[in-house]
């Protein structure tokens, strides 16, 4: 069988004989042109690729030798300064520097140490733990005169499952937040400071249910709080649920501040069972939700704007290895902590939904 090239003449219309090797040439003139521009686009991305490795290479080296610094921004022996002991060493095996050196930064609620990391060279080297849900909510609330935008940061993750509660004295009169909203009485709130979630969601909570109060907040950090609470002070306090639970006979874990339950303490209502119990208006009940979402941002950690991407991918490698760590599991269990990681992406949607419900939260965030 012959095969011919097909054309669109029609049919008995007289052939036309042009010397074909013109046609053949420029046939073959574009495919060459075709070939050079898939070879060249293909040269392309492989120098792309090989760039994009060669920056991870290097990014990953850089950290060889390294001091990297965390920064916590309350005192020894609180939740703060727990999670960032617990990760040092496993954060020093993942990222291959010499050492981890963490740094108590106290004062004004933990926003000291907060600005220290979001204003430190931004090599890196430096990262925190900070309390994320009161940074939110001092964004929100503007009334500090805070430089942060908390929508700016790079976010590296989250090791903690560790929901918030608001606790009264086991021998006290509030043996339930019911009896709590219905006393009528004007109580005293201790929280870790003005800048932490704590603080923020106690003073939201307590005017979304109508709660006559003041806030104390004159502590460095959970421990400090615990202490004060043990020793008589307030009429409630707010903590996380591993500082309650060492404290379970000295206190009565009254209000969960999320909308899922806790499996360690099961008898202990949430925020919005009760909201839903007492009927709150619709715009309150949105902010308890909210509220729910933001104090969920737990033990957050980040580094400050404008860390060169490669690297703070390497950063948050490294985070994930460490939070999956068998042994960082175990030393977190045995330390009574609970471990529920979270991403970066988490943290950062989180953070964004929560600064675009502003609305919501500026009347809840009163305090007088």
């Known amino acids: 069988m012959t095969l011919s090239h097909s054309t669109d003449r029609p049919r008995n219309t007289p052939r036309t004989r042009p010397s074909r090797r013109p046609y053949r040439t420029r046939r073959v003139l574009a495919g060459a042109s075709a070939l050079t521009l898939l070879l060249t686009a293909v040269g392309a991305c492989g120098h792309k690729d090989a760039g994009a490795a060669e920056a991870a290479d290097s990014a990953r080296s850089f950290y060889n030798g390294k001091i990297l610094q965390v920064i916590v921004p309350y005192g020894p022996g609180g939740g703060y300064d727990q999670w960032a002991r617990a990760l040092a060493p496993y954060l020093q095996k993942y990222l291959g520097v010499a050492t981890v050196h963490v740094d108590n930064k106290l004062g004004s609620g933990g926003l000291l140490g907060t600005s220290e990391i979001y204003d430190a060279e931004p090599d890196g080297l430096t990262i925190g733990d900070t309390n994320a849900g009161g940074d939110v909510f001092n964004q929100i609330d503007d009334t500090l005169g805070l430089h942060l935008d908390m929508s700016k940061v790079n976010w590296i993750g989250r090791p903690d499952g560790d929901p918030h509660l608001i606790v009264t004295h086991a021998d006290g009169p509030y043996p339930t937040f019911a009896k709590l909203v219905d006393g009528g009485h004007r109580i005293t709130a201790l929280a870790t400071g003005k800048g ?60 969960l501040m999320s909308e899922t339950p806790f499996d360690e303490l099961p008898h202990v209502p949430t925020v919005i069972q009760e909201a839903e119990k007492r009927g709150v208006d619709s715009g309150t009940l949105r902010a308890l939700h909210a509220l729910s979402d933001v104090m969920d941002l737990g033990h957050a950690f980040f580094a400050p704007p404008g860390v060169p991407p490669a690297r703070l991918a390497v950063l948050r490698d490294a985070f994930r290895q460490a939070v999956r760590d068998p042994g960082f599991a175990a030393a977190v269990k045995k330390a009574g902590l609970f471990l529920e990681p979270e991403s970066d992406a988490f943290l950062t949607r989180t953070v964004d939904t929560a600064l675009g419900q502003r609305a919501l939260f500026e009347e809840l965030l009163r305090t007088g």
Do not use: H, Q
């Not at 005017?207 to 615990?226: I, L, Q, Y």
């Not at 202490?227 to 903590?239: C, D, P, R």
């Open 196 to 255: 932490s979630a704590d603080y923020n969601a106690t003073v939201i909570v307590f005017n979304a249910f109508k709660v006559p109060f003041r806030m104390s907040a004159a502590f460095t950090g959970s421990s400090d709080e615990k202490e004060a609470f043990v020793g008589g002070k307030g009429a409630t306090a707010s903590l996380s649920a591993s500082d309650a639970l060492e404290i379970t006979d000295k206190a009565n874990s009254v209000l």
